[in-house]
């Protein structure tokens, strides 16, 4: 039997492609507009082409051009006014994220979209909101579908002079003919031989104030091409606006008269001497000009034979002339000369200036793709002055950079919406004189307007609502970008949309963006820093040439944390980070460091690597080594440096170690900006820690146990013992501690071991004051003064505390030397210390069982007193013992001046 299901899936799929086809087919072109066609108006991003409507549900683009964009999609509105366009919506699937040079393709409306839903169509930026231009459908005639998109619309009225409005205007950026002069320059232009004019549109990268020159050298010329030709001068006033003068060449030089008589690269109204008879013999005729994406664009009419046939020469258009072209810079008008004068355009031929044979009949078609200049916003730039404050005021929207504009838009220096260029750590000043009702702010939000509103959310860097003034009494307003700031943030007014344009946030000095700076070891890496808050912005710059630069935090390599700045194999700037644990490269263990704003860069060579990171990292999993990577700002910071010819992100191999080195770590002082190298003070602090241990180990406890223990020995050897003990306990912690402070530079507060240190010593300075106020003896031996009872417990408890935090310091300070220098005998001192204490309790456990024996034997003795018993003798008695009588030897006037330091146990 034979298997169908071929056959049947065959039919299925045959079925399916009739019915797409039909589906295909099947829109209608039932609108009226079907078969319009038009020319984009250019906004932004250098776009042109030809628009055509084909049916119902779709459109066809033929010599289109555009520069990339981030997320461009085709959008419709129902007016090219800046809330309807805004309103709009997306009209089709198909995404313009690519350069398009001359492209030609069809594009399927969505099924919802009908031509009657839309009056304007626009290649739109989703992320910026803005119209890279659009097709205007509203005031669609039986002229204008019919027109030739090479050529202008027809009459005077139609022609834009000096107008830079592109809002409601069909603006003609289009031309049959195209010719690349140089990489830079281009030369278009659409003839109508039966109306006998040239339509011309000069297009070049250039700055604001230079200009662009075309025209016919003179006939028959065989060499010295430029004199006696007729060209016209081309570019932009101060004030943004368009020219195009008529100019005849003399002379090599710049316009200048003499006695009446003008020579050199003049217009020709000059060499009429009379501006009255200007119009007559400046026969060019200004179309429209404009400055787009860092490309100055004019277009212009010139008559093919002209009535001044004393300054113009006469162009065949079926015959190849020689023609000349120039680029240069502009003098502006003064007070002398009215006209912008070309200078001299320097450079080299076929870059900026050249010749070459023409034949406006001949069709030239060699421009591939619009112009993509380098720096797109020069023409509009405003770099802050610190020195200076910028003036903000607001004014009406003529050549606005952010369409769809507002009417009313934000002036800078009298510039409208300008590119501001701010730098990192240099404060900027505003005086705000734009009207109470503009509230001027600098916002991450590329619309303003109080982006809250539209449920966005963004951050406000400076100003808002209360940010407002007038003339006569401006509102000043500082903002320090500092370098967490965006490479791209906006100034725009809190209650109106886009009245603003861009803030280029650039890195300045790195000794403006950060706060403090040092030069670590050997003096080939700067160090740079700034706290704020809970976080540390670092910054490392290398001195020398090198493929990577490392910082470490460490004594050294091994035991370190290194953040290293290098470039992968596409270029980019990448900071890593890693825990190393020996000398090899296996021993470089790759970190997950919580680190924000992140850059590394490169100038001839030299690489500059920054980052913010936490004090105290937060981790989730406490046994990853980096989150034991702690920095306290008030302890000393060791840093190390390495550089060296590759790094990777792969397995690291010897050939990526260092090259070289620091060669001993640098402490930072975070807190008070300096660093000092670190030398070996292992030595200093071993001697001031065998001081300390001397005295609160040895002596002072000492001087206790002679006052609580040896008082059956007859005199006052007791407290003589006690009192020199005490003093030469004292005098050797002072000692040790000036040798420290002086030996480290000073002494900060932040460590546990100075704190029970500095306790310590301020109770232990307080006992010879304690002992000067020691109150007197009872005169009779039955009563007990409350005073002297009151004395003898504190200056017992006193003495004993401050043995006790004696000994935790001392057990604090060899914790301390370890984590300074990662001694390896310090566990060996900590238990010999701790030894040393255990025998010494062991050693008051015995005498205080010997002492409690000897007085059970003179109480026995007492309770057989006899006549002839000597109770004065008794210097054994517990002074801190009320039932105790007084029985002590020393003379009251020889004993009371003296600053003894007597530390006596509590009677337990």
């Known amino acids: 039997m034979c298997d169908r299901r071929p056959v049947f899936l065959g039919c299925f799929i045959f079925g399916f492609l009739i019915f797409f086809v039909h589906a295909d087919q099947g829109c209608s072109n039932t609108s009226s507009l079907v078969g319009f066609e038009s020319e984009f108006i250019m906004l932004q991003h250098q776009l042109r082409g030809v628009f055509t409507i084909v049916d119902d549900c779709s459109f066809r683009v033929s010599r289109f051009d555009m520069l990339s964009g981030s997320d461009i999609y085709w959008w419709g509105a129902l007016a090219s006014d800046f809330e309807n366009m805004t309103n709009g919506f997306v009209i089709s699937d198909q995404k313009l994220n690519q350069t398009f040079r001359n492209a030609s393709f069809a594009v399927h409306l969505r099924e919802n979209v009908t031509w009657d839903k839309i009056r304007v169509i626009s290649v739109w930026d989703l992320p910026t909101a803005s119209d890279f231009g659009h097709v205007l459908l509203s005031n669609v005639t039986e002229s204008d579908s019919s027109q030739n998109p090479g050529s202008p619309p027809s009459g005077d009225d139609d022609v834009l002079e000096g107008s830079n409005s592109t809002a409601t205007t069909r603006v003609p950026t289009m031309f049959g003919n195209c010719k690349q002069l140089s990489s830079k320059y281009r030369l278009r232009w659409s003839l109508n031989a039966e109306e006998g004019y040239v339509d011309i549109g000069l297009e070049a990268i250039s700055g604001f104030l230079s200009y662009m020159g075309f025209g016919w050298a003179k006939p028959n010329s065989t060499s010295e091409l430029m004199l006696g030709a007729d060209i016209v001068i081309t570019g932009f006033r101060e004030d943004g606006f368009p020219f195009a003068d008529d100019f005849y060449i003399t002379k090599y030089s710049e316009c200048s008269v003499k006695n009446g008589t003008a020579s050199g690269v003049c217009p020709d109204a000059v060499y009429e001497g009379s501006d009255s008879v200007a119009p007559s013999v400046n026969n060019t005729k200004l179309v429209y000009g404009h400055r787009r994406d860092g490309v100055s664009f004019v277009r212009y009419r010139r008559p093919l034979n002209g009535s001044d046939s004393k300054y113009d020469l006469p162009v065949n258009p079926t015959e190849s002339m020689i023609v000349i072209w120039a680029l240069g810079l502009i003098k502006p008008p003064d007070s002398i000369n009215p006209y912008y004068l070309p200078q001299n355009h320097g450079g080299v031929e076929s870059e900026t200036y050249g010749h070459f044979l023409l034949n406006l009949s001949e069709h030239v078609d ?21 020195n200076a404050p910028l003036v903000v005021t607001a004014g009406p929207a003529v050549r606005y950079p952010n369409p769809p504009n507002p009417s009313t838009v934000l002036y800078i220096n009298k510039k409208e919406a300008p590119l501001l ?59 320090a970008p500092n370098r967490n700031t965006p490479d791209q943030v906006y100034y725009h007014s809190v209650f109106k949309q886009k009245m603003g344009w ?27 820093w700034t706290i704020s808050g809970d976080s540390i912005s670092i910054a490392a710059q290398g001195e020398k040439k090198s493929g990577y630069l490392a910082i470490g935090f460490g004594s050294g390599m091994v035991n370190s944390y290194a953040y290293v700045g290098w470039f992968d194999s596409n270029g980019t700037g990448r900071v890593s980070t890693y825990w190393i644990d020996g000398q090899d490269a296996s021993s470089v263990h790759p970190t997950n460091e919580n680190l924000k704003y992140v850059r590394c860069k490169s100038e001839d060579g030299i690489i500059t690597l920054e980052f913010t990171r936490p004090l105290k990292p937060s981790c989730l999993h406490r046994g990853r080594p980096e989150c034991k990577n702690l920095i306290d700002p008030t302890t000393p910071l060791k840093v190390i440096w390495a550089m060296g010819a590759k790094w990777t992100d792969e397995q690291l191999t010897e050939r990526n170690m260092h090259s070289v080195t620091s060669q001993r770590p640098v402490l930072v002082m975070l807190m008070r900006g300096s660093a000092e190298a670190e030398q070996d003070l292992l030595p200093v602090l071993g001697v001031h820690g065998f001081m300390m241990f001397l005295a609160w180990g040895i002596l002072l406890p000492g001087g206790i146990l002679a006052a609580r223990y040896l008082k059956h020995i007859k005199g006052d050897w007791w407290f003589k013992t006690h009192v020199y003990l005490q003093y030469s306990g004292l005098a050797i912690v002072f000692l040790g501690l000036l040798f420290a402070v002086a030996e480290l530079h000073g002494l900060t507060f932040s460590s546990m071991h100075v704190k029970f240190g500095f306790a310590a010593i301020f109770l232990a300075c307080a006992q010879p004051v304690n002992a000067f106020l020691r109150p007197s003896k009872p005169a009779q031996v039955e009563g007990f003064s ?28 060899m914790k301390h030397l370890g984590e300074r220098y990662e001694a390896e005998n310090v566990h060996g001192l ?71 330091v007597q530390l006596e146990p509590l009677n337990r």
């Open 366 to 386: 060699e421009c591939l793709g619009p112009l993509d200049a380098d720096n797109k916003d020069v023409q509009d730039l405003i770099i802050a002055d610190a």
């Open 421 to 479: 260029r701010v730098e990192r750590g240099v404060p900027v000043k505003f005086s705000v004189q734009a009207g109470h009702g503009v509230s001027f702010y600098i916002t991450s939000d590329f619309l303003g307007g109080n982006a809250t509103l539209r449920n966005k959310s963004e951050t406000i860097y400076a100003g808002g609502q209360e940010a407002h003034g007038v003339l006569a009494s401006p509102l000043e307003l500082v903002w």
């Open 502 to 528: 861009k803030v280029q946030v650039v890195d300045g000095g790195l000794s403006d963006m950060y706060n403090n700076s040092v030069i670590l070891d050997d003096q080939q890496v700067k160090f740079f």
């Open 786 to 813: 409350s005073k002297r009872l009151l004395w003898e417990y504190s200056h017992a408890i006193v003495g004993q505390s401050a043995v006790v935090l004696g000994v935790i310091a001392l057990f604090t300070g």
């Open 830 to 900: 900590n238990w010999a210390l701790g030894l040393w204490i255990f025998l010494g309790g062991v050693a008051v456990v015995y005498l205080e069982y010997r002492e409690r024996g000897r007085r059970r034997a003179r109480n026995i003795g007492r309770g057989s007193w006899v006549l002839g018993n000597n109770l004065e003798e008794d210097d054994s008695a517990d002074l801190i013992d009320p039932r105790r009588a007084f029985r002590e030897r020393e003379e009251e006037d020889g004993r009371g001046a003296t600053m003894e």
